[in-house]
């Protein structure tokens, strides 16, 4: 069954796609730092602080699970699973965007947003890459 090569894969990819999405966004959090100067009040709180970190590895392994599923359940699992994350992705963006209107630092605001950018491109490339096991029809393989 096919499902059963997607989990088999996903045991050592689902770690692997945590770990390396939390450290992209670990990189852009450092980066940021150094870049906006003085970070805003408002943004003193997640910018320096691990909770980008945190937040990153729930999530991703939140999105692990649901590739899981989409791989089971959907007819084209790797573009449902990519339509779905750019939405993910997009929503994603409206507390950046609710917080940097509310208090006026657009620049944290665009900094945490690259940090979603980040966990997002990272999650997206090696969940589809890696995470099935693929025919020349580009199909999932069905064991």
């Known amino acids: 069954m096919a499902s059963t090569l997607v989990i088999r894969r996903l045991i050592w990819v689902g770690p692997a796609t945590v770990a390396l999405a939390v450290a992209a966004v670990a990189l852009v959090q450092r980066i940021a730092i150094?870049?906006?100067?003085?970070i805003p009040a408002a943004?003193?709180?997640?910018?320096?602080?691990?909770?980008?970190?945190?937040?990153a590895a729930l999530l991703v392994v939140a999105a692990v699970?649901?590739?899981?599923?989409?791989?089971?359940m959907a007819i084209d699992p790797i573009r449902t699973y990519r339509r779905t994350?750019?939405?993910?992705l997009v929503i994603s963006f409206v507390p950046n965007v609710v917080a940097a209107a509310s208090w006026g630092?657009?620049?944290?605001?665009?900094?945490?947003?690259?940090?979603?950018?980040a966990a997002w491109?990272?999650?997206?490339?090696m969940l589809?890459?890696?995470?099935?096991?693929?025919s020349h029809a580009d199909t999932i393989v069905e064991a």
Do not use: D, K, N
Request: glycine letters at 2%.
């Open 121 to 125: 491109a990272v999650t997206v490339t």
């Open 105 to 117: 630092s657009w620049q944290s605001a665009v900094a945490l947003a690259v940090m979603h950018v």
């Open 65 to 72: 699970v649901v590739f899981a599923i989409m791989a089971e």
């Open 128 to 134: 589809t890459r890696l995470g099935v096991v693929r």
């Open 85 to 88: 994350a750019l939405v993910t």
């Open 43 to 55: 943004f003193r709180f997640p910018m320096p602080s691990i909770e980008p970190l945190v937040a």
């Open 34 to 38: 150094v870049l906006v100067q003085p």
